[in-house]
């Protein structure tokens, strides 16, 4: 059974197996079971950029390798078959550069956007607040225009790399006004704190922060496209994120999907490899089945991005469906391997069952895809 919709895909995955086999590997136990205050992997993350993998769909122009989205979105779920959290170091890089990249000033993506690719400097999304996350709208954060630069106040939380980054794309209000913006800014300034939330209970080698702004200052030319398009620009760039989120799934069930096949026949009870037993063998076609519906859905709404269609409808179905595909499959996978998926030491499993849970959670939780495909299909 092929993987593949386009021969390209395939020399994506040798080289992240490639790379998979060098960095990966090495390090992917470590940075899972890194005691707190856990640390940022930046060699890993540089390492990532200069591989060409976070700007592997960005034009080459501004440091990317021109490719398409599916080969990007194979790409992620390569990373993610290997370890999901260092796919996530690629996938939120790629989220906080696609605003620069999409709705930026020519001098603002050649200014930002090379760097982002090679890994040189950490950008993160910054639009999620204590009272704004499913409800995305509801920014406090606000900023206060004074002669040519603004003053921004409020506070983010969960945010992807909040904690380490060097510039946030960072979505609010600006005085007060009801429409939403996105602008740079600087975070190497005294009223940006941030910290690294602790005890994440998967998904480890990307951190994860909580910021606190007061009197933050970017210069008035640093807004991110119109005024008041900010909240258009957060939901575009969130189609794309969720496509990639997709494929962190895919990637996650077809290793659960791996791990179980190859236990499953080596495992004996009652005289035989379990594979021989038919409560074994259905639980493996069901996963095997829902994971081909995930890539299936995951692969179309990629090819709908690389035609320039809209494709919000595709992206929420194939990250919900993945999303609940990983869930299903690792759950399985557990059931498969019994104590041996549940204790660490022995598989795989574990890990997985802890990366897969978020996938239901960021970039939109399963109940706002829900929503966001009941609009499309009944209508507004
Ligand atoms: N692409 C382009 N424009 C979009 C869009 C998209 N995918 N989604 C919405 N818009 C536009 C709409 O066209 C509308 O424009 P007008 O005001 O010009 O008519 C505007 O944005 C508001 O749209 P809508 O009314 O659908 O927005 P809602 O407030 O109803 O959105 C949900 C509700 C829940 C769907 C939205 O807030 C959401 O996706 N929330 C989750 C946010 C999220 O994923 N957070 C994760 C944090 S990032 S890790």
């Given at each position: 059974m092929?993987?593949?919709?386009?021969p390209r895909?395939?020399a994506?995955?040798?080289?992240?197996?490639?790379f998979?086999?060098k960095e990966?590997?090495?390090?992917?136990?470590?940075?899972?079971?890194?005691?707190?205050?856990?640390?940022?992997?930046?060699?890993?993350?540089?390492?990532?950029?200069?591989?060409?993998?976070?700007?592997?769909?960005?034009?080459e122009?501004?440091?990317?390798?021109?490719?398409?989205?599916?080969?990007?979105?194979?790409?992620i779920?390569e990373?993610?078959?290997?370890?999901?959290?260092?796919?996530?170091?690629?996938?939120?890089a790629e989220?906080?550069?696609?605003?620069i990249?999409?709705f930026?000033s020519?001098?603002?993506?050649?200014k930002?956007?090379p760097?982002?690719?090679?890994?040189k400097?950490?950008?993160?999304?910054?639009?999620?607040?204590?009272?704004?996350?499913?409800?995305?709208?509801n920014q406090?954060?606000?900023?206060?225009?004074?002669?040519?630069e603004?003053?921004?106040n409020?506070e983010?939380?969960f945010?992807?790399?909040g904690d380490?980054?060097?510039?946030?794309v960072?979505?609010?209000?600006?005085?007060?006004?009801p429409?939403?913006?996105?602008?740079?800014?600087?975070t190497?300034?005294?009223?940006w704190?941030?910290r690294?939330?602790?005890?994440?209970?998967?998904?480890?080698?990307?951190?994860?922060?909580?910021?606190?702004?007061?009197?933050?200052?970017?210069p008035?030319g640093?807004?991110?496209?119109?005024?008041?398009?900010g909240?258009r620009y957060?939901?575009?760039?969130?189609d794309?994120a969720?496509?990639?989120?997709?494929a962190?799934?895919?990637?996650?069930?077809?290793?659960?999907?791996?791990?179980?096949?190859a236990?499953?026949?080596?495992?004996q009870?009652f005289?035989a490899?379990?594979a021989?037993?038919?409560?074994?063998?259905?639980?493996?076609?069901?996963?095997?089945?829902?994971?081909?519906?995930?890539?299936?859905?995951?692969?179309?709404?990629?090819?709908?991005?690389?035609?320039g269609?809209?494709?919000?409808?595709?992206?929420?179905m194939?990250?919900?469906?993945?999303?609940?595909?990983?869930?299903?499959?690792?759950?399985r996978?557990?059931?498969?391997?019994?104590?041996?998926?549940?204790?660490?030491?022995?598989?795989?499993?574990?890990?997985?069952?802890?990366?897969?849970?978020?996938?239901?959670?960021?970039?939109?939780?399963?109940?706002?895809q829900?929503?966001?495909?009941?609009?499309?299909?009944?209508?507004r």
């Amino acid at each position: 059974m092929s993987k593949n919709i386009d021969p390209r895909q395939e020399a994506v995955r040798e080289t992240v197996k490639d790379f998979a086999e060098k960095e990966i590997y090495p390090v992917s136990r470590e940075l899972d079971q890194m005691p707190e205050p856990r640390k940022f992997p930046r060699e890993l993350y540089r390492k990532i950029g200069q591989a060409g993998f976070i700007g592997l769909a960005m034009p080459e122009k501004y440091g990317g390798q021109g490719k398409s989205h599916v080969e990007y979105i194979t790409l992620i779920e390569e990373l993610c078959y290997h370890d999901a959290g260092i796919g996530l170091l690629c996938a939120v890089a790629e989220l906080a550069t696609y605003p620069i990249l999409n709705f930026g000033s020519d001098e603002q993506k050649e200014k930002y956007v090379p760097d982002c690719a090679s890994g040189k400097i950490i950008p993160a999304f910054v639009l999620t607040e204590p009272e704004a996350g499913s409800d995305a709208a509801n920014q406090k954060t606000i900023a206060v225009e004074n002669g040519n630069e603004y003053v921004i106040n409020g506070e983010k939380i969960f945010i992807m790399h909040g904690d380490v980054a060097d510039l946030a794309v960072l979505f609010c209000k600006i005085d007060g006004k009801p429409k939403i913006n996105t602008m740079l800014v600087d975070t190497n300034q005294p009223g940006w704190k941030a910290r690294t939330l602790k005890n994440k209970m998967g998904m480890r080698a990307a951190t994860t922060g909580g910021i606190h702004l007061t009197d933050v200052k970017t210069p008035t030319g640093n807004l991110l496209g119109e005024f008041g398009k900010g909240f258009r620009y957060a939901m575009q760039t969130l189609d794309s994120a969720r496509v990639g989120v997709a494929a962190q799934g895919v990637g996650i069930a077809q290793r659960a999907l791996d791990e179980s096949v190859a236990y499953s026949k080596k495992r004996q009870a009652f005289g035989a490899p379990i594979a021989k037993l038919q409560a074994i063998q259905w639980m493996i076609a069901d996963m095997a089945t829902r994971l081909e519906a995930a890539r299936c859905l995951t692969y179309k709404a990629a090819m709908k991005q690389d035609n320039g269609e809209r494709f919000s409808l595709e992206a929420a179905m194939a990250k919900l469906y993945a999303a609940e595909t990983a869930n299903f499959c690792v759950d399985r996978a557990m059931q498969i391997h019994g104590g041996y998926g549940f204790i660490g030491e022995f598989s795989i499993i574990e890990k997985l069952y802890r990366d897969q849970r978020v996938l239901e959670i960021y970039e939109g939780t399963s109940e706002v895809q829900r929503l966001v495909i009941a609009g499309n299909v009944i209508g507004r």
